[in-house]
């Protein structure tokens, strides 16, 4: 039994009871047909775990007593969380114990997951389990915990371009995520590194591009002239890719958990699988490319021909027939302008469609794909450089990743924002300064620095403000080959995330010693799940990578650097 003070994230109000419900073998679940699949998800993980049958509670005409009870009401008294086309109070959820029983109420189905979440936190971490292992009792302690989101979008964008993770270890994240309330999963399916899903019309994509024929160990090492010295090779191809009943099951299963799945399809920029496949998506058909090797930003980019462009639609109709998501990610970072500016053949095209420069081209290209994707009734969302250009459709939604200045211009513009500033949310970041930190990248980001995350930039009026529906970390997989190093990098990072963006500064000023608490008692919880997650005496030995070099800079550098490539769209 655990006390409702030591849930994660922190609730808005969690009021004790006197006494205790015991999950035993009478204990029975009852569930409206709104909450039917988080009853079956109850009923799998208790089953699983406590060994206990949790029968349903309507039995033929019988209904039996001692029931735990899951149901959707438009009860007023709920807490409202923020606004969202599905309700203020879809996510808000009110879990009551009792000695006699459990009632979960939510908003929608989301808020009775929710509170179904803060439930099996209250139970003994031995839950976690998928088999049996803890012998009980099984004890809530009686309370009342009444709680709703801060954001609307608590996401984690997972990378499975560079270093493909398998549909289950995807569905293994998903649980992670679900359990933490995370309820996005940024798919980021494309890149220079491999193409991971199939599409029907263009099966060069996953016969050529969802593979490498090896890969960069590390970063590439600059000397004290800043002149790079090659990194190593592995010698070893790396490959995968997700059918599209891969993917169907994987939304699916994500649907079960509350968590949406947002695809991703990189454009105009890290486009190499993609010309590995396709040459005559380039600037340079005549010269082709493999799928890219190395890690960093590749100058290789697609051409702005419209059959290119159709290509990139006819991809996004498989895709938005695939993801029921109201958000279709178009890519748009880091895209190198040196190919177009060389090209006489993309200069006359920019010409002939009336285009001042490059950056013109770019929002060109990204302005036809968001159209595209916004004929179908979804929004396009891309990285902060579709600001760039100026030219950018309003319902066109912004990820602000180089700092929150993306944010503040796209909330100024009134575009949707949602942050993932690198400085706060890059899960890719080492954790600690320690020298045995596994192949350091850029800045240091610890647990408390993740903790105090805040989406939302400063200087904004209430109603750019409103434009920020929330945040999400980045886990970017250069130097992230296997799922022991994934959970490395999430965790517990993503507990921090996950209160940055549940609980927030609703729940009063936020307290790192106090969260540290929390945290301590939760670790009980990851270790159950399996997750192993970086302790905080830093990597054991199996977790380090000596002799492997890293990138790492330090805040100011990167700041200053952050600052410079954001100034083209600082207002
Ligand atoms: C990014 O980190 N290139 C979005």
Known sequence: MVDSDMLIPRPRRAVPGTGAFEITPSTRIAADAASESVRLYLQQTL???????????????????????????????????????????????????????????????????????????????????????????????????????????????????????????????????????????????????????????????????SWRRESQVGAHVPDADGVLHPAAFDGRPHGGYYTQDDIREIVAYAADRFVTVVPEIETPGHVRAALAAYPSLGVHPETPVEVWTEWGIADDVLNADDSTVDFFKDVLDEVIALFPSRYIGIGGDECPKVQWVEDPRTQERMRSLGLEDEEQLQAWIIGQLAAHVASHGRRAFGWDEILEGGTLDPSATIVSWRGLTGARTAAKRGHDVISSPDDQAYLDYRQSDLATEPIPVSIVLTVDDVFAFDPVPSGLTESERAHVIGGQGNMWTEHVDTARKLDYQLFPRVAALAEALWSADVTGPRDVAEFRGRLAEHTARLEAMGIEYRHEAGPFPWEQRPGVPGRPHSREDRAAYIDAITANIAE
Do not use: C
């Not at 149901?71 to 007023?76: H, K, N």
């Not at 839950?127 to 803890?134: A, I, K, L």
């Not at 649980?175 to 309330?181: N, S, V």
């Open 47 to 209: 089953r699983a775990s406590t060994g206990q049958p949790v029968r349903d509670a309507v039995d033929g005409a019988t209904v039996h007593a001692g029931a735990i009870s899951l149901r959707v009401s438009d009860d007023p008294s709920l807490p409202a969380g923020p606004p969202s086309p599905e309700g203020e109070r879809a996510e808000s959820f009110r879990l009551t114990v009792t000695t006699d029983g459990v009632d979960v109420v939510g908003g929608s189905a989301a808020g009775v997951f929710y509170g179904v979440q803060a439930l099996l936190q209250l139970l003994p971490a031995d839950v976690y389990r998928s088999g049996r292992v803890g012998t009980g009792p099984w004890s809530l302690p009686a309370t009342v915990v009444e709680d709703a989101p801060a954001f609307a979008w608590r996401g984690v964008m997972l990378d499975v371009a560079r270093h493909f993770r398998t549909k289950h270890e995807v569905m293994r994240v998903v649980d992670q995520l679900a359990a933490h309330r995370i309820n996005r999963l940024h798919f980021h399916l494309t890149e220079d590194q491999g193409w991971r899903i199939e599409i029907r019309k263009y099966p060069r994509l996953t016969e050529v591009g």
